[in-house]
C-alpha cells in the first residue's frame, strides 16, 4: 500500500503527541488484524525519516487501554532483561509520559516502533513456516512463565473461559437480535453436539500461566530477507491463561491450507507435516514446563480453541456482526463453516496427530 499524506486530524494530533519535533508526518493503512486499526507512520525529521507504527486503540474490546499498556510494558521490560532470541514489540511513550495520546472525542491512540522488511502470513505454505513460527511463540512463552501470573492484568476476563462463552452464546440464540438463527439450525446444532468439549478442558482446572491468548499465525512476523522469524506481535491479550489456548490457536491458524474465512470449505483439513513442524517447534522449549494434564492435551487444545472460534463467530453472527468486522453478509457465517470443517478434520485425523505428539514428546 502507497504511503499517503495524513487526512485525519485525529492522526495528526496524535503524532504530534509523540512525536512533537517531527517536520512532516504521513500515515497508511497497516496490517490485518480484526481488532485494532494500524497505520505505518512515516516521521520526517530533517534528512531522516522513520516508520512507527500508530493504532487507533479498541475500547470497546478492551475498556482498560491502561491496563494493557501496563501488562505490555511489563512484558517488555522482562523480556528485555532477558537473552530473549526475538526482537521485542516496543510501546513508545508520549512526551506527557503516557503510553496514550487521546483525542478530543476520546479515542485512544498508541505507537510502537516499527518492523521493517517484515511480513506476516495468515496461513502457513510450508512446514519450515510451521516450525519457525511454532518456535517463536514456545521460546515466547517459556521466556514468560517466572512472571508471576497475578502481575498481569486480566484485560478481558474469560477471555478463553468457552463455558461462559458457551452460555454467553445460548443467551444470544434466545434473544436472536438480528433475526439470524433459525438460518444457522445446522450449525447450532454442531456446536450442541460438540459443547461436552467445552466443559472438559475447563475441568482439567489446567495450570494458571502467562499466556499471549492470541497465538494465531499472524501474530508472527517474518524477515523479508531471511524469511526467519522477527518477532511475535499482537500484545494486547497479554494475561494470565493457558498454555493450551496458545498452542491450540496456532493449530488451528497453522494447520489450514486456506484462510479462516475462505469458503471453499473441501479445501478445509488439517495438514499433519504442517502439524508435525509445528509441534517440534514449539514443544522442546517448554517440554520441560509442561504439566502431564497439559502433554496429554495437546491434540485436544486444537480443537478446542477451534470449536471455541467458530463458537465466537457463530455468536457474532447471530448477534447481528457487533464484535468481528466484516464485509459481507455472510463473512462472520463462512468464517463459522471454515472453522467447523477445520475442527471435523481434526476430529478425523484425531489418531495421527495424537501419534505425531508423542512422538515429538518422546
Ligand atoms: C482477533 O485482532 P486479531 O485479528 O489479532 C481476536 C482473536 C481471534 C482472531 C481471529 C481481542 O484477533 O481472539 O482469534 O481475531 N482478538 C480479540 O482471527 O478478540
Ligand atoms: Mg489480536
Redesign the pocket.
Known amino acids: 500500500m502507497g504511503i499517503s499524506p495524513v487526512q485525519s486530524k485525529e492522526i495528526r494530533d496524535a503524532l504530534a503527541c509523540f512525536f512533537p519535533e517531527a517536520e512532516a508526518v504521513t500515515a497508511s493503512p497497516h496490517g ?5 486499526r494500524s497505520y505505518r507512520a512515516n516521521i520526517c525529521r530533517g534528512e531522516t525519516t522513520a516508520s512507527y507504527l500508530l493504532q487507533q486503540f ?1 475500547t470497546e ?2 475498556p482498560q487501554p491502561e491496563a494493557v499498556a501496563a501488562n505490555i510494558g511489563c512484558v517488555y521490560r522482562h523480556l528485555s532483561g532477558k537473552d530473549f532470541p526475538y526482537a521485542l514489540l516496543r510501546p513508545v511513550y508520549a512526551l506527557s509520559g503516557n503510553a496514550f495520546f487521546v483525542s478530543e472525542t476520546g479515542d485512544y491512540w498508541r505507537v510502537f516502533e516499527f518492523f521493517e522488511h517484515a511480513f506476516s502470513i495468515e496461513k502457513v505454505h510450508t512446514p519450515r513456516a510451521a516450525f519457525l513460527a511454532g518456535q517463536a511463540f514456545g521460546a515466547f512463552s517459556a521466556a514468560l512463565q517466572d512472571i508471576p501470573p497475578g502481575l498481569l492484568r486480566e484485560t ?1 476476563p474469560g ?1 478463553h473461559d468457552s463455558t461462559a462463552r458457551w452460555e454467553q452464546f445460548l443467551n444470544i440464540v434466545t434473544a436472536d437480535p438480528a433475526d439470524r438463527a433459525r438460518s444457522v439450525q445446522q450449525e447450532m446444532d454442531f456446536l450442541h453436539s460438540r459443547s461436552a468439549l467445552f466443559f472438559n478442558i475447563r475441568d482439567l482446572a489446567l495450570p494458571p500461566r502467562i499466556a499471549h ?2 497465538a ?1 499465525i ?2 508472527v512476523l517474518f524477515d523479508k530477507n531471511s524469511g526467519e522469524v522477527l518477532a511475535v506481535i ?1 500484545w ?2 497479554l494475561m494470565p491463561g493457558s498454555i493450551l489456548a496458545d498452542f491450540g ?1 496456532l493449530a ?2 497453522s494447520l489450514n491450507p486456506v484462510e ?1 474465512d475462505d469458503s471453499r470449505l473441501e479445501s478445509v483439513q488439517v495438514q499433519l507435516p504442517f502439524f508435525e513442524a509445528l509441534c517440534r517447534g514449539f514443544l522442546p522449549p517448554l517440554a520441560a514446563l509442561l504439566t502431564p494434564v497439559e502433554k496429554a492435551h495437546l491434540v485436544a487444545a486444537a480443537q478446542w ?1 477451534t470449536l471455541e ?1 467458530a463458537l ?2 457463530l455468536s457474532d453472527y447471530i448477534a447481528g456482526d457487533v ?2 468486522p466484516v464485509r459481507y453478509a455472510e463473512h462472520n457465517l463462512i ?1 463459522v463453516r471454515n472453522q467447523l470443517a477445520l475442527f471435523q478434520s481434526m476430529e478425523k485425523e484425531k489418531v495421527a496427530l495424537s501419534e505425531i505428539v508423542a512422538e515429538c514428546l518422546s
Open positions: 490485518n488484524g480484526l481488532i485494532q479498541n474490546v478492551f478481558i477471555f491468548n492470541d494465531k499472524g501474530n499482537d494486547d491479550t490457536d488451528r491458524s479462516e480453541i472460534q465466537r463467530f464484535y468481528y468464517r
